[in-house]
């Protein structure tokens, strides 16, 4: 075997020495790969409301971003995966409501975090949403405040979208004949149902908090205001107020109360199809109009 001499040798060593010096400049850390292009932010959020908002409102050529707890599960019966914490030590910034306790108890220290309160307000409901939108691009705005002007330009854009669009909305409810009409629903979605023109006779907590006398005492209210339908929270529980709507001879319906991964106009769209073909069975005596159907968001 040949052996190469210290000349042959020296161009070897500064050609490495050099690889080693470009790869530490590039950034050769476990950040580099967190889930974005080279140079993108990575941005996780505790669900998907938060997530639509931040895509919405931050420039997409700059940041990544992802959320944890799927659209259709309840936040204080959902475990972190390996894959979820995974993201969060990736993340260089981790955006959380402040009930989503599973994020604080598995979110790591270094990351930056903004923890948000809804101040009681349900972001599912289109005023709401829109305060959330404020909320939210000023708190980015100060976190990341190179990028300030195009925050609140995008931001004035979405608000824009969704007061177009939940215009339309409104009026779908109207052309039904059934604004202003009571029904029976889960505390969860209450606040929508209001911002949609109904009058939430009577509301309910979670399955397990729901007794026998309380169903009784519920459709004794919606008997009494003439409750059209009895509305369940998706991810509470779907299944909650379905004896009380059979009880009533209403319909049975199922809202969520997190956007799918189509959006939040969408989703928010797709919770007034159900109400409205609800309504459109019970008017034509159908078999949602005996209670023994069930109108779901999406479907």
């Keep these: 075997m040949k052996q190469l001499t210290f000349g042959e040798l020296t161009p070897k060593i500064f050609l490495i020495a050099a690889m080693v010096v470009a790869c530490l400049f590039a950034g050769c850390s476990d950040r580099s790969n967190a889930?974005?292009?080279?140079?993108?932010?990575?941005?996780?959020?505790?669900?998907?409301?938060?997530?639509?908002?931040?895509?919405?409102?931050?420039?997409?050529?700059?940041?990544?971003?992802?959320?944890?707890?799927?659209?259709?599960?309840?936040?204080?019966?959902?475990?972190?995966?390996?894959?979820?914490?995974?993201?969060?030590?990736?993340?260089?910034?981790?955006?959380?409501?402040?009930?989503?306790?599973?994020?604080?108890?598995?979110?790591?220290?270094?990351?930056?975090?903004?923890v948000i309160d809804t101040g009681g307000r349900n972001w599912m409901a289109p005023d709401s949403y829109i305060h959330g939108l404020d909320l939210l691009a000023d708190r980015l705005s100060k976190y990341f405040p190179e990028d300030k002007n195009e925050i609140l330009s995008r931001r004035d854009d979405a608000v824009r979208e969704v007061r177009a669009y939940t215009d339309s909305v409104k009026q779908r409810i109207r052309d039904a004949g059934i604004a202003g009409k009571a029904v029976i629903a889960s505390s969860m979605q209450k606040?929508?149902?209001?911002?949609?023109?109904?009058?939430?006779?009577?509301?309910?907590?979670?399955?397990?908090?729901?007794?026998?006398?309380?169903?009784?005492?519920?459709?004794?209210?919606?008997?009494?205001q003439g409750a059209i339908f009895v509305a369940d929270n998706l991810q509470s529980g779907p299944d909650a107020g379905r004896t009380i709507a059979e009880s009533l001879g209403v319909p049975h319906i199922v809202l969520t109360n997190f956007p799918s991964e189509k959006g939040y106009l969408v989703t928010l769209g797709e919770n007034v199809d159900a109400i409205v073909a609800a309504a459109a069975a019970q008017k034509a005596g159908?078999?949602?109009?005996?209670?023994?159907?069930?109108?779901?968001?999406?479907?």
Excluded at 44 to 69: C, E, F, N, Q
Excluded at 91 to 111: C, H, Q, T, W, Y
Excluded at 286 to 299: D, M
């Design 191 to 224: 606040e929508p149902l209001e911002w949609m023109g109904f009058c939430v006779a009577g509301e309910y907590g979670r399955p397990e908090s729901l007794s026998a006398r309380e169903v009784v005492r519920l459709a004794k209210t919606g008997k009494e």
């Design 286 to 299: 159908t078999e949602g109009s005996r209670g023994r159907g069930t109108q779901k968001a999406g479907k």
């Design 35 to 114: 889930g974005g292009p080279k140079g993108v932010r990575v941005i996780v959020a505790s669900d998907t409301i938060l997530s639509g908002m931040i895509v919405s409102l931050l420039p997409p050529r700059l940041y990544a971003v992802a959320a944890i707890l799927p659209p259709g599960q309840c936040p204080g019966h959902y475990d972190v995966k390996l894959s979820d914490a995974e993201k969060m030590k990736r993340a260089d910034l981790i955006v959380s409501f402040k009930e989503m306790s599973f994020i604080d108890k598995n979110g790591p220290e270094r990351a930056g975090r903004l």
